[in-house]
């Protein structure tokens, strides 16, 4: 029986921007997401009994109707037209969960890119992308992944040059917090709700001023990232694990920029390589340990999900 098996990469934004308010009362964005290469492992085997049966190594993840595994599974399903289509999942989860790295949304996007090719639906990924978009605003971008300008709620995918670079992420979370995205942004919604910008045009200005920031045509350890994340001011001051993380990578000798990643808790520092990126965790381990931190060593990865070939 032929088993799929997809590789699902983390996330960290690059940049995060919370422009607006949007009518159907999500925030417009202007992000700069990167996948790295801290990935979760899917595998997919064909079912005759119409389940889709989902198994993980982690104990603490729900396996109900709200994860995006099995809605994904479902969508796709429905969407074929052949409800006879059933499938067995195995997650092998290694992205820590609730902590602003898409996992959930990676591993959804793994399902709809797995299942197309085990029951040969022969969808297109920016078909794919649009379901994807159906089930979650990080969703559609995790399909391709790499490095992506992500605008609207997060779905209208723009590339970005794809220049090689050496840098190299250290992500630091502390395991037993998470944080809910729901609530990120609605804290942001109560404090800068009136400072937000209104309007196509000035939404469209800032999209264009990213569009043409130099740091995303070069990205090089004298050119990186400046790191802003808008949700970071909102959630540090109350998520005392987000507060000793950054601390503790602003005490590293050689960061080029230090920030938390999407909504949370999950921090990280740029590194100007691997091997910088390697001393600096091996320097601050037991600030890290005695902290509650979990540090982890990331590549920038060009792809996002990926099939592997057995
Ligand atoms: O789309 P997703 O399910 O990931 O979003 C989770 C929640 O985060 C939404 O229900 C909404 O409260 C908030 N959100 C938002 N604006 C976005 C994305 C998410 O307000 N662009």
Redesign the pocket.
């Known amino acids: 029986m032929s088993t799929i098996t997809v590789t699902a990469p983390a996330k960290v934004n690059l940049h995060l921007e919370v422009l607006g308010l949007?009518p159907d009362?999500?925030?417009?964005?202007a992000m700069v997401m990167q996948s790295i290469d801290l990935e979760d492992r899917l595998s997919f085997r064909n079912r005759a009994d119409a389940q889709v049966v989902l198994s993980c190594d982690d104990p603490s993840l729900s396996l109900g109707e709200d994860n995006l595994i099995v809605r994904a599974a479902r969508l796709l399903r429905d969407r074929s037209g052949f409800s006879e289509l059933g499938a067995t999942i195995d997650l092998t989860k290694r992205i820590p969960i609730g902590a602003g790295l898409a996992g959930g949304?990676s591993d959804g996007a793994a399902t709809l890119v797995g299942l197309n090719e085990l029951w040969g639906l022969g969808h297109s990924r920016q078909q794919l992308e649009a379901f994807a978009a159906e089930l979650?605003?990080?969703?559609p971008f995790c399909v391709s992944g790499g490095r992506q300008l992500c605008f609207?709620?997060?779905e209208r995918l723009e590339p970005c040059a794809t220049v090689h670079t050496p840098l190299a992420v250290l992500l630091v979370k502390d395991p037993t917090v998470s944080v809910s995205?729901?609530w990120?942004?609605?804290r942001c919604r109560e404090l800068n709700g009136p400072t937000y910008l209104k309007g196509e045009e000035a939404f469209e200005q800032r999209r264009e001023d990213l569009r043409s920031a130099r740091w995303l045509k070069q990205l090089a350890a004298d050119c990186p990232p400046p790191l802003r994340n808008d949700l970071q001011p909102v959630v540090e001051p109350e998520t005392k694990a987000v507060q000793q993380a950054l601390k503790l990578l602003h005490r590293l000798p050689s960061p080029l920029a230090v920030a938390m990643s999407g909504?949370g808790p999950s921090c990280f520092a740029l590194m100007p390589s691997m091997d910088a990126c390697e001393q600096a965790r091996d320097q601050l381990a037991e600030a890290f340990a005695s902290a509650g931190l979990r540090a982890w060593c990331c590549a920038l990865q060009p792809d996002g999900v990926t099939i592997q070939v057995e």
């Open positions: 949007r009362g999500f925030h417009e964005l949304s979650g605003s990080d969703m609207g709620r997060g995205t729901p990120a942004y609605k909504s």
